[in-house]
């Protein structure tokens, strides 16, 4: 089914690094902001697993609709300047393939900070942290797929980007408990 959506060559032509690699990011990273500002708030972990679903298939949607919208209007605007012609300057990516692609890839590894309240590994948040930072480094570390940078660069890199994300999600959460 993948492959008559994206094409027959999906699997070896690593034409969707990019895509992959940016939805898991921002997969990982809104979730775990969720759960960071749940656990900084000290709520119920319970709401921990309400919000980050919503978050996860809300902000996933989103994310893969507006890779649609955003290809497509490239697209668009290449052929306005080439009077009618369709230029492909993606690899013949099409706009559904690309949003189907970065949503898929989002919700896939946004599951990764919700693992422990899903299945009650206690304690709860600790290892919520430890997992989502291995993920962090993990998809990171991938991009050297596409850059010329090292992958323990890139991997500490969004490592360290994630968790300043987490920390900013985390101490809001904990200055805003009051109100729960």
Do not use: C, H
């Not at 094409?7 to 895509?19: H, K, P």
């Not at 668009?76 to 013949?92: E, L």
């Not at 898929?104 to 919700?114: E, I, M, S």
């Not at 980007?161 to 904990?174: D, I, K, L, N, R």
């Amino acid at each position: 089914m993948i492959e008559k959506l994206l094409g027959d060559d999906v699997r070896s032509s690593g034409r969707y690094l990019a895509e992959i690699i940016y939805g898991a990011n921002d997969g990982i990273v809104t979730t775990f902001a969720v759960v960071a500002g749940v656990a900084g708030a000290a709520l119920n972990p319970s709401i921990v697993v309400i919000l980050g679903v919503a978050n996860l298939l809300a902000d996933g949607f989103s994310m893969g609709m507006s890779n649609y919208l955003s290809r497509r209007s490239e697209m668009d605007y290449q052929a306005a300047v080439n009077d009618g012609a369709r230029i492909d300057s993606d690899g013949g990516k099409s706009p559904a393939s690309t949003a189907f692609v970065t949503f898929l890839a989002f919700v896939v590894a946004g599951w990764t900070p919700l693992l422990p309240y899903l299945f009650g590994i206690d304690p709860l948040f600790p290892f919520s942290i430890a997992v989502t930072g291995i993920a962090f480094f993990v998809v990171g570390a991938s991009r050297s797929f596409v850059t010329d940078r090292r992958w323990y660069i890139n991997g500490a890199e969004m490592f360290l980007v994630g968790m300043a994300a987490a920390t900013v999600a985390y101490v809001v959460g904990t200055l805003l408990s009051g109100f729960a």
